[in-house]
T-cell receptor, first 113, second 116 residues
Framework: EPEVTQTPSHQVTQMGQEVILRCVPI?????FYWYRQILGQKVEFLVS????????KSEIFDDQFSVERPDGSNFTLKIRSTKLEDSAMYFC???????????FGQGTRLTVV | GENVEQHPSTLSVQEGDSAVIKCTYS??????FPWYKQELGKGPQLIID?????GEKKDQRIAVTLNKTAKHFSLHITETQPEDSAVYFC???????????????FGKGTKLSVIP
């Protein structure tokens, strides 16, 4: 069964460093998303991406964040200068169409120290 | 924006009993309500969803009910089995073919434990 894969599964970084979280969406999907879940809190929407541009973003997704689809298969989330409060589980998801099921990856646990 | 509240945060049931998880939402424009199951070390997986044009949907042991007037929806699992143990998330969104929002607003999750 096709699945969304994320790498790495766990990343530890120092405050102020840049991190790139990687995702390979399901191959025929057109819509891509990032969500995050701070420990003990809700899963929160960050951004959606379609046709090589951001289609929607939340207030969490500030100038420190960026997304890219560099090569037609990977979908990346970059955090430019990490803060302690960026520590969370980050989930990538993809869907075939705008109003169809979103499939989630297993997540990347980011720990900022 | 939309706010989704989910209760209870933890739920323990005996194997074979039923489990019910409830969610409320705030935005009356929301019309799509999925439920996700998250097992340890895995991402959320869709188990059932309902759109606002129906009041109930069933898939084997899982059912979801929606009350648009009260703005709440519930997940019902009957004849629970140990493999149903997981964290369950409800979510809400505004979905129309070719329009609406992309984002899902999630509840905080319910940790379900099925005791053999």
């Amino acid at each position: 069964e096709p699945e969304v894969t994320q790498t790495p599964s766990h990343q530890v970084t120092q405050m102020g460093q840049e991190v790139i979280l990687r995702c390979v969406p399901i191959s025929n999907h057109l819509y891509f998303y990032w969500y995050r879940q701070i420990l003990g809190q809700k899963v929160e929407f960050l951004v959606s991406f379609y046709n090589n541009e951001i289609s929607e973003k939340s207030e969490i997704f500030d100038d420190q964040f960026s997304v890219e689809r560099p090569d037609g298969s990977n979908f990346t989330l970059k955090i430019r200068s990490t803060k302690l409060e960026d520590s969370a589980m980050y989930f990538c998801a993809s869907s075939a169409y705008r109003d169809t099921e979103a499939f989630f990856g297993q997540g990347t646990r980011l720990t900022v120290v | 924006g939309e706010n989704v509240e989910q209760h209870p945060s933890t739920l323990s049931v005996q194997e074979g009993d039923s489990a019910v998880i409830k969610c409320t939402y705030s935005d009356s424009a929301s019309n799509y309500f999925p439920w996700y199951k998250q097992e340890l070390g895995k991402g959320p997986q869709l188990i059932i969803d309902i759109r606002s044009n129906v009041g109930e949907k069933k898939d084997q042991r899982i059912a979801v009910t929606l009350n648009k007037t009260a703005k709440h929806f519930s997940l019902h699992i009957t004849e629970t089995q140990p493999e149903d143990s997981a964290v369950y998330f409800c979510a809400a969104s505004i979905r129309y073919s070719g329009a609406g929002s992309y984002q899902l607003t999630f509840g905080k999750g319910t940790k379900l434990s099925v005791i053999p």
